[in-house]
Each structure stands twice: as C-alpha cells, then as structure tokens.
Nanobody, 121 residues
C-alpha cells in the first residue's frame, strides 16, 4: 500500500505565498509522476501542475506556482506565489506509482487527503 500525506495549507492574504508538501511512502518501486490538483466549492477538480519527466502547469497558475520534486524523499512541493482569491480550493496531491507484486510491475494512481488553501481579498 502507498500513502500520500500533504501539509502546508492555510489562510493567506491575496498576494501572499504558501508552500504545499506531499510525501509518498509505502511499497514504492518507482514514481512516474507527482501531480497537484485543486477543487473549489461547486467546481470540478482541475489539474494544477503535473510533474513527470517534465513539469506542466494550468494556464491560470503559470508564472505564479512552481512544482518541484525531491525523488530521494519521494516528495513533491508546490510553491504558490502571488496568490489570488480564486486560488481558494482544496489542493490534492496525486501520484502515479509503480509497485511490484510477484515479480510483476503495476502502475496505480494514489491521492492525498487534501489540504485547504484559502486566499482572502
């Protein structure tokens, strides 16, 4: 089993910064990607940043958010700068992980519990 534990959410004023962390643990052979999603009230969950061999961002956060990985620690970070009220959402970490069972490799998608980010105007 694989667990993702997130931390770093909170309340911040518009223009401020927050840094989210997500640590993966468990029976991990390798991690193919570690990604950040968010879901605002009444809206669908959306991809914010995807970190595989390359990192890509949603247009709404380009230039303000930076995702970085520490592969030695199986951890991904999301540095969020110049936050806006519309960034308010629950942020979820997602990882596509390769596990080994009976000498076979399988890829699974795992989710963190989510962390609330609230940006006040």
């Amino acid at each position: 089993q694989v667990q993702l534990v997130e931390s770093g959410g909170g309340l911040v004023q518009a223009g401020g910064s927050l840094r989210l962390s997500c640590a993966a643990s468990g029976s991990i052979f390798s991690i193919k990607s570690m990604n950040w999603y968010r879901q605002a009230p009444g809206k669908q969950r959306e991809l914010v940043a995807a970190s595989g061999s390359r990192t890509s961002y949603a247009d709404s956060v380009k230039g303000r958010f930076t995702s970085s990985r520490d592969d030695a620690q199986n951890t991904v970070y999301l540095q969020m700068n110049t936050l806006k009220p519309e960034d308010t959402a629950v942020y979820y970490c997602n990882a596509v992980v390769t596990v080994v069972r009976n000498t076979m490799r399988y890829d699974y998608s795992y989710w963190g519990q989510g962390t609330q980010v609230t940006v006040s105007s």
